[in-house]
């Protein structure tokens, strides 16, 4: 019998091995835990994208999970043709004030050795068809200002910077900056979900 894997326990760094082409984003599934929960440790554990500090048990990633239930904040995966799962993104609410349920916060993460593929900006993309299906009219970015990858990656898809917080965080005996990204998808068609759904938020 296998012994049950540590869920701190962050990726080994082997080649991705896998064309973009071949990579398919499609819906998360309750199944994915797991990997996204040794993604997501592995930045608290290794860089700064998350200001986190402390591993996500499982119990939290799937209260996560559950709170991002509602159809109105989707979570996206990125799978190889070998089932391995080399990234996640997802929308999460701002402010459960009935006022903000047309923007979103977006965030992805992806394996170390699945980066610098160009798979970032694939799931940013079908993150932001999913805004507009919901109807969701701004998205927003917060970005720890030394993370020049994913600030490319936004403003390569339209994101415009806002804003800048100094010294807003501190992790690995620094003190880091946060840069404000959005992008405004337009006015929502008349019917689209987050017209009529009252909102909730997630953590």
Known sequence: MNARRNPFETFPQYPPAVEIAQVRIRPAREADLPA??????DEILHGTATWDTEPWSEAR?????QAHGDGLQPVLAAESPDGRLLGFAYLTFVSDKPGWRFTREDTIYLDPAARG?????????ALLDEA????VRTVLAS???????SIRLHERLGFERVGVLR????????WLDTCYYQLDLGE???????????VGRAT
């Open 36 to 41: 996204i929960n040794r993604i997501y440790n």
């Open 61 to 65: 990633r799937l209260a996560w999970w």
């Open 117 to 125: 593929l160009g798979l970032g900006r694939h799931l940013l993309a």
């Open 132 to 135: 507009r299906r919901i109807g």
């Open 143 to 149: 970005i720890t200002a030394t993370n020049t990858a």
């Open 167 to 174: 010294s807003a965080g501190y992790k690995f005996g620094r």
């Open 188 to 198: 929502p068609p008349p019917g689209a979900p987050a017209w009529d759904t009252p």
